[in-house]
């Protein structure tokens, strides 16, 4: 009861001073307004140019108090049947957090360069210069990248009829590294001026670590393609989270935001209640971030993922960062979980799924386990209670629970939840 004060005082006390740093006098009018909740309709005083038509940011003229309290509101409703919600976890600052940005390019009918985002389920490209949720390093980045292409005469790429080369950007930013790789997405492996298309780059942008060809020659809506040329740097960014190091390529799984996600596996771990002796599963667990967190406080970890870039990365990580206690596997984690079911136990399970949750599958086989404390993370509280439903019917009950705004400007929200087992 305390926590869940002392969080949603936090946030307001968080508030009291992103009122100060950004101008929010404008806030009681967006508020009335919330034409553009949903992303439908344009607002034009909005706080963003493209708003209701990019179909990203649904909260944009949201006061941030507001965003948070209607949040932890749908948390608390949706967990309602199973826990309490301790409160949700805001940000000081909830803009330019997203830590990877993504661009597609396009050229207008008088062959002006744009790059932006697909207009919601077209392709047709909204123009965006500058993004209030991306990092802003990136967001210039971008920038001179559409202003590069003409004078290199580099033709972007046409959806419809498959004619041109240059199709994407991608950006990561190391938060704490301060790395920056920038992923150029193309047509075909010949790149016109390849080498001095990057140092032209690189001239303006002496701040970005690595640069990647990557070629997709596909008639796809998936932004990377199979193959990556590296064009400078070591092609991936490395960064540190809760005093790990991790290394990032391209294509794996990173959190967006790395300041609410330090937060989040702290949550989590607090949650775990590790001794140093325990047999910890990290399910769904990407480039292995929660599973090297909490190595330290446990007798061994094993990481399970699908994506083989991840998994590779997360052994490499494991490395780095001197631990011997943990492997991985590159599986569908339901597969995996019911094979380990016949050969071993475990005493946590962290699980961290994609929005559309676990499977039967793999719950059944978690069951069978018998794990002490499952602690789940989810980026979806709708499957979360599904699942919890599912858990909480078959031996496990619910105990404590924590919604943290990973998505500042969005509907969107994770949440952490513990589970132990009940008595009999
Ligand atoms: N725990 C990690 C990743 C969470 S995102 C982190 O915090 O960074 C969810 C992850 O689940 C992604 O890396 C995705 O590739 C992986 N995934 C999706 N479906 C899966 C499946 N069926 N089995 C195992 N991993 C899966």
Do not use: W
Not at 6 to 13: D, L, T
Not at 112 to 120: C, H, L, M, P, R
Not at 155 to 166: H, I, L, M, R, S
Not at 299 to 311: H, P, Q, R, T, Y
């Amino acid at each position: 009861m305390n926590e869940k004060k002392n969080v949603k005082k936090n946030n307001k006390k968080n508030d009291k001073k992103y009122d100060k740093k950004f101008d929010m006098k404008n806030d009681r009018n967006h508020e009335k307004k919330h034409d553009n909740i949903h992303g439908k309709k344009y607002s034009p005083a909005s706080k963003c140019p493209v708003s209701g038509k990019c179909g990203g940011c649904s909260y944009i003229d949201t006061d941030y108090q507001k965003q948070l309290d209607m949040k932890y509101d749908m948390v608390k409703k949706l967990l309602k049947p199973y826990c309490e919600v301790e409160g949700i976890i805001g940000m000081d600052n909830p803009f330019h957090y997203r830590n990877k940005v993504h661009a597609v390019f396009a050229h207008k009918k008088d062959n002006t360069i744009i790059s932006g985002v697909y207009k919601e389920g077209t392709h047709i490209v909204v123009p965006v210069e500058k993004c209030l949720i991306e990092n802003e390093k990136a967001d210039e980045i971008i920038g001179t990248i559409r202003r590069l292409l003409p004078s290199f005469k580099i033709k972007t790429f046409n959806e419809d009829t498959g004619y041109g080369f240059f199709r994407h950007v991608l950006i990561r930013c190391g938060h704490k590294t301060g790395q920056i790789m920038v992923v150029l997405v193309v047509a075909s492996p010949i790149f016109p001026s390849k080498n001095n298309f990057v140092k032209a780059l690189l001239k303006e942008h002496p701040e970005i670590t690595t640069i990647v060809m990557n070629i997709n020659d596909k008639k796809t809506s998936m932004v990377l393609g199979e193959r990556e040329i590296n064009m400078y740097g070591k092609g991936y960014i490395e960064d540190i989270l809760c005093g790990k190091r991790f290394k990032i390529s391209s294509k794996s799984f990173y959190q967006i935001n790395s300041v609410q996600t330090e937060k989040l596996y702290g949550k989590a771990i607090e949650f775990a209640g590790l001794t140093g002796k325990e047999t910890v599963i990290d399910a769904y667990c990407g480039i292995g971030t929660i599973g090297i967190i909490a190595s330290e406080k446990a007798g061994k970890v094993i990481g399970v993922e699908l994506n083989s870039d991840a998994i590779a990365d997360a052994k490499k990580n494991a490395r780095m960062n001197k631990i011997e206690n943990i492997d991985f596997y590159n599986n569908d984690a339901g597969k995996f979980m019911r094979q380990y079911a016949g050969m071993d136990s475990a005493d946590v399970v962290f699980m961290d799924p994609p929005r559309s949750g676990s499977t039967v599958e793999f719950m059944d086989s978690m069951i069978s386990i018998q794990p002490e404390k499952i602690v789940y993370v989810s980026c979806d509280p709708n499957t979360l209670a599904r699942d919890l439903k599912y858990m909480t019917n078959n031996g496990y009950k619910a105990i404590r629970a924590v919604a943290t705004d990973m998505f500042p400007m969005t509907e969107h929200v994770e949440t952490v939840c513990l589970m132990s087992k009940r008595e009999k």
